[in-house]
Every structure is written in structure tokens, then in C-alpha cells.
């Protein structure tokens, strides 16, 4: 199994940036396919970026496209989220999720397909 641990959130003022860090640790890294979500308070979890085991391909929430940015380092065992443009909207607690399945091109954008999660960290976005 894999062990998730997210840093790199805080507060910032409307348009500012912030980077999500998501250290691994345990088996390979490179055998997982990763994704971030994020919830609200009050709201159900979802779905914002998502980066095959290869980090060849990725895929975004509309309301984050264009924004956003997903990678990966398999050396450092380390994912990414880089946050530009942020909105209050965008205030949420992000956690990484990480699951050893599919091709090395998949990437899984329910909540339900990941097995291992991280803590959490808050980001909050002032208007």
C-alpha cells in the first residue's frame, strides 16, 4: 500500500497561486494512477484533476481547466497540483488519492475508484 501526505496549502487572496505537494510513500509510486479532489463545507467531495501512472495524460473539472495544473515527479514520488487564478470558490480542504489499477495511460476521475487518501490540507481563498 501506498502512504499519502499533502502539504502546500494556506491562505491566499483571490487571484493569487498556490502549489499542492502530495509526498508518497510505500510501494512504487510509479504503479499508481493519482488524482486530487476537494470538498467544500457543506458539499460533497469532488473531482478536480486527475494524471495517468505514466503522467502522459490528465484531465481537469471544467471549473478548474485552464487554471489548474496536474504533474508528477515518479523519482521523487511526489504529485502536483499548481493553482493559478485562484477563486473563493475555490476554498476547499484538497486531498491527493492515489490506485494501482488500469493501463499506464488511465486516470480515474470518481472518488470511488481510488483505495488510498491523503489527510488533507485547506486552502482558502479570500475574496
Known amino acids: 500500500q501506498v502512504q499519502l501526505v499533502e502539504s502546500g496549502g494556506g491562505l491566499v487572496q483571490a487571484g493569487g497561486s498556490l502549489r499542492l505537494s502530495c509526498a508518497a510513500s510505500?510501494?512504487?509510486?510509479?504503479?499508481?494512477?493519482m488524482g486530487w479532489f476537494r470538498q467544500a463545507p457543506g458539499k460533497e467531495r469532488e473531482f478536480v484533476a486527475a494524471i495517468s501512472r505514466s503522467g502522459g495524460n490528465t484531465y481537469y473539472a471544467d471549473s478548474v481547466k485552464d487554471r489548474f495544473t496536474i504533474s508528477r515527479d515518479n523519482v521523487k514520488n511526489a504529485l502536483y497540483l499548481q493553482m493559478n487564478s485562484l477563486k473563493p470558490e475555490d476554498t476547499a480542504v484538497y486531498y491527493c488519492?492515489?490506485?494501482?489499477?488500469?493501463?499506464?495511460?488511465?486516470?480515474?476521475?470518481?472518488?470511488?475508484?481510488?483505495?488510498?487518501w491523503g489527510q488533507g490540507t485547506q486552502v482558502t481563498v479570500s475574496s
Open positions: 510505500g510501494r512504487t509510486f510509479s504503479i499508481y494512477a
Open positions: 488519492a492515489a490506485v494501482a489499477s488500469g493501463p499506464s495511460s488511465y486516470y480515474f476521475t470518481k472518488a470511488t475508484s481510488y483505495d488510498y
